[in-house]
């Protein structure tokens, strides 16, 4: 039988289905919700939306990831990074978490981090952008050479409009 907070946060999550903004009404959602609970019930809360995080549910688990990181912000994290070192997810759900751990600045997956945007690099994924730039954060040095190598190989592979278009993306990563 499911707990009145998962029941409800079903309901939020029903409420949210046709609202076709990129899951921003729902994470506002559950946010709000989260503030209203009491401690036991916020941290089922937590524990339901780490569950989606780590399952990749559907929809979900951005929205989920996106709803810790503002609710719960650093002291999620060590929690996340646990999920990040230890599981098998797609390249998509680990860009996303490794970003948001950059931005917490979580110093514990500075290494991860730095495997994963070398792997990228070296396949010439251009997707790990963000991530390179976020990693400044933590490790400037190694953010900067990954990201002159994305540079360089965009500049030689005649890409020059994708250099100029993610100029301010660069800029925004290194600067927050």
């Known amino acids: 039988m499911k707990s009145y907070v998962i029941t409800t946060f079903d309901s939020i999550v029903a409420s949210h289905r046709d609202d076709h903004d990129g899951g921003y009404g729902l994470v506002d959602a559950i946010v709000e919700y989260a503030k209203r609970l009491q401690a036991s019930e916020k ?58 751990l950059l931005n917490l600045r979580f110093t514990a997956i500075t290494e991860r981090a730095n495997r994963f945007v070398a792997s990228k690099v070296a396949a010439r994924d ?30 030689r592979a005649d890409q020059l409009s994708w250099i100029e278009g993610n100029i301010p993306g660069i800029a925004m990563h290194l600067c927050n």
Do not use: C, F, N
Not at 63 to 79: K, T
Not at 130 to 154: F, G, M
């Open 126 to 155: 251009y997707s790990v952008l963000r991530v390179a730039a976020s990693l400044a954060k933590l490790d400037i040095e190694s953010s900067l050479k990954a990201l002159t190598s994305l540079l360089l190989q965009a500049s």
């Open 43 to 100: 941290d089922s809360l937590r524990t339901h939306l780490l569950r989606l995080v780590d399952s990749t549910a559907a929809h979900l688990w951005g929205v989920a990831l996106e709803a810790l990181v503002r609710e719960w912000g650093s002291s999620i994290a060590p929690s996340l990074g646990t999920m990040a070192e230890g599981g098998s997810h797609s390249d998509q759900w680990e860009r996303h978490v490794l970003l948001a």
